[in-house]
């Protein structure tokens, strides 16, 4: 006999292990922000590379709003409100792909040195190519959740995806926090 | 064909083909669209990588997170049945004994490929002068034999956790069965692409892929990079699982001090490929894209620093020897006191040593560097943490001598394998120090002597446990027991053989003799010692036809096992018929007392559950 009750309950402790996996991945996944950083410090020391840091304050802080945005929508869908949420994500999506295009897009034309031209264009590549494909599959998963959103499949009761999908955000927020003063701010050109 | 086309395998491979075509058609169009000349490296980079994800795709390890993307709800993994017989091993399955039994043929095939490799190297090593295979054919050989065999060890790991860990915690599957799954066919599309790195040139850096001699190594290095990479991926993913089943599906009663020690040392290897694995993963790619892009990361000509591979490369790959070893130990002390009848000795040390030696494992690294010209000043504080490993790893030698101490040994094939693994995993165990020790190192760097530590460790720590599991643990797969005179006569004939090839190791590593060698010279003395070397390799895999005959032979024709037939403790043996049914057990578990208390009046570790009403 199946009562409300216990299948509420099991879901919910199947979201608690879900939940744990999510931070597992997290805990790997910034070993390899980690090792980039170790490099940078490594190879470079107190030099860094050339940047534009009008450009990087801007991507910076689209970044950092875009979390904003993203807190925001899930604190919407867990209240209910499904039009706030799918604004508040959309909003996050579109500051994210500001984001990318900044980096890839602008930066990337922008710096004075190649992938091959030596060892600070080569980190300077590997540390944000690598950041922007992180925020390219955050892109990609707040797309699945706008969609489902806006298609209703998410209530406060039960709205796990959009956890994962914000926490996965904020995580790859928190890695740019990092990479930023290592990569402008820290050293002398 | 119809049929033939339902094997989860066979369009897995399709996909791989398919994915791999597009790959190298892809990169191969667009340069000819920008009107530049065709490039095989960065072709053959894409293909491999798209082959693999093909592969994934092929096999339907993407179709239920797809309909979850669509928003669709898919079946539970407790509804998934599936084919009846062998046939299910072919294929995409969630049930966690399928995939363990799925990892350990991956495992089984990796080690024969990888042991052949071995033994076509030894044959020429039996006698200076160059014989029968070129120097770059040896090379790859080398490096070939060192990967596939580290690949075939996690997979053996991952076999041995995921077929037993959710049985002894007495849960009904791992936490997410389709990431397991996912996790295990990754592996087997990596496995072809590093096969194929022999067909694309092959690689001269033996298994450690050091620049600069790996930014210009044949194409063979690419495949090498991705398919470890990959590979890499299959294991961390296989942690993580097997991090969040230890931790939340434990059978009530069962808190983490009642857990067996298996599982603890399932858990802390766990939590060493997690993170560490990241390493090897980002150093290789570093070394892929420094090819591809010219990225000068360990080019010194562009300012980089071969040096800083090495670090991060050795940050895994120390590491790694004991996510090889920790379960293996843990084999030993889970069997041990089944076979004398004793409780385990110091139960709580045994389990933190595992903890500890994950712990201080992380902290070692820069030892294989003593003499590659790093900072001086590291030498000693990475000398004195090595040494400090031989505590935790000294902490299990006194439980297992405790434990065996005045035991009613009974000599069964498992024991026997358990026996042997203490004893040549402490030879592995006394030679590490001299290598650890920086005085001793300068001169035994790169020589033979680290070969022979080196698998008196993985026999010790990984072979001869895993050959006990499988002995142990084989009923429980089959239904049938193996034939224990074919059972003995593998293990007397492999563990003499294999003492006598590591001393032989040992001996020309100590006269001189370098690692990674092709030919020697017949005046430096030590041809004989290479000849025995070699005429014992292939005493060894001489036992391990004798084993895979059993292995065969037994699943057809072996005695039926009915019952706990090695009287254990342990819920799988004293609850569970053999084979194990689908979904583990049909009426859950209480743990109601310590699980190793054998020969103590009336204690008991499990008891059934009373019969609740039915949800």
Known sequence: ?189 | MKNFLSIGFVTGIIGQIVGTAIGIGLLTGIRAMMGLAPKSEPAAVLGAALGIIGFMIGVGGFRDWFTWAKGEDTYEAEEFHDRPGVIRYWGYSLDHKVIGVQYGILSLLLMVLGGTFALIFRTELAQSGMQFISLDFFNTLIGMHGMVLIISILMGISAMSNYLVPLLIGAKDMAFPRLNAFGFWLAVPASVVIVAAIFTGGFDTGWTGYPPLSARAPLGMQMFFVAVFFAGWSSIIGALNLIVTILRMRAPGMNMFRMPIFAWAVLATSLIALTATQLIGTSFQMVSFQRLFGMGFFDPAKGGNPLLFQHLFWFYSHPAVYVFILPGLGIISELLPVFVRKPLFGYKWVAMSSMGIALVGFLVWAHHMFTSGMEEYLRVPFMYSTLLVAVPTGIKFFSWTATIWQGRMRFATPMLFTLGAIVVFLLGGLTGPPLGTVATDLHLHDTYFVVGHFHDTLFGGYMFPLFAAIYFWYPKITGRRMNETLGKIHFYLMTPSFLVMTFGQMAVGLLGMRRRIADYDPAQGFQTTNLIVTIAAFLIALSILIFFINLFVSARKGEVAEGNIWESRSPEWALLPSPAPEHNYAQPFNVVGDPYDYGLKGSKYVETAPQQAAD
């Open chain 1, 1 to 189: 006999m199946t009562t409300p009750a216990t299948t509420l309950e099991k879901q919910a402790y199947k979201i608690g292990t879900a939940r744990i996996g999510l931070w597992l991945f997290f805990l790997s996944d910034s070993f390899v922000f980690a090792a980039l950083l170790v490099s940078r410090f490594y190879l470079l020391g107190d030099k860094r590379p050339h940047l534009e840091q009008g450009l990087g304050l801007i991507v910076t802080s689209v970044l950092l709003i875009s979390s904003f945005f993203m807190n925001r929508a899930e604190v919407q869908i867990s209240q209910g409100n499904r039009k706030g949420f799918v604004t508040s994500t959309l909003i996050t999506m579109l500051l994210g792909i500001g984001f990318l295009v900044g980096v890839v897009g602008f930066e990337w034309g922008l710096a004075p040195f190649g992938p091959a031209d030596g060892v600070e264009g080569a980190m300077f590549y590997m540390m944000t190519g690598m950041h922007a494909f992180h925020v390219l599959t955050g892109v990609v998963f707040l797309f699945i959740i706008l969609r489902n959103g806006i298609k209703g499949r998410y209530s406060p009761e039960k709205h796990w995806a959009v956890e994962a999908a914000a926490n996965y955000w904020h995580f790859v927020d928190l890695v740019w926090i990092f990479f930023y003063p290592a990569l402008y701010l820290i050293g002398r050109v």
